[in-house]
């Protein structure tokens, strides 16, 4: 399978809330980029068909919760990669400076 990644992945260990359809998933996030992140299921069940997927996030060593809108782009039983379809410009930049810091 061929990959093109238009942004930088950072590996993390990132605990974090998935909104869909009204429910709250607590998942784990192995990698994350400017334009989207890589989480893995933890408690959720496997049938969840939503397109609308709101994340919320604190990054290591930081303070503030990241809001984004995401859409799920692939989905294999234990990982699902989404892509940020609603950042801010605030938090773009905050995940920016974060991943400039902690990226290699």
């Known amino acids: 399978m ?5 942004s ?8 974090l809330n998935k909104i869909q359809n009204g429910h709250t998933h607590v998942v784990r996030a192995i990698n994350i980029s400017l334009g989207g992140i890589r989480v893995q299921r933890l408690l959720e069940p496997l049938a969840d068909d939503s397109r ?3 994340l919320q996030f604190v990054l290591p060593n ?8 995401a859409k799920p782009v692939y989905e294999d039983g234990v990982h699902t990669g989404f892509e940020f ?10 995940l920016r ?6 990226g290699f």
């Not at 061929?2 to 238009?6: A, L, Q, T």
């Not at 930088?8 to 605990?15: A, E, K, M, S």
């Not at 379809?85 to 930049?93: A, D, G, Y």
């Not at 400076?97 to 902690?102: L, R, T």
């Open 2 to 6: 061929s990959e093109h990644r238009r």
């Open 8 to 15: 930088l992945r950072v590996p993390c260990d990132i605990i």
């Open 52 to 54: 609308r997927t709101r």
């Open 62 to 69: 930081t303070e503030e919760v990241i809001w984004a809108g």
């Open 85 to 94: 379809t609603n950042l801010s410009h605030q938090n773009f930049q905050k």
């Open 97 to 102: 400076g974060w991943i400039q810091h902690y």
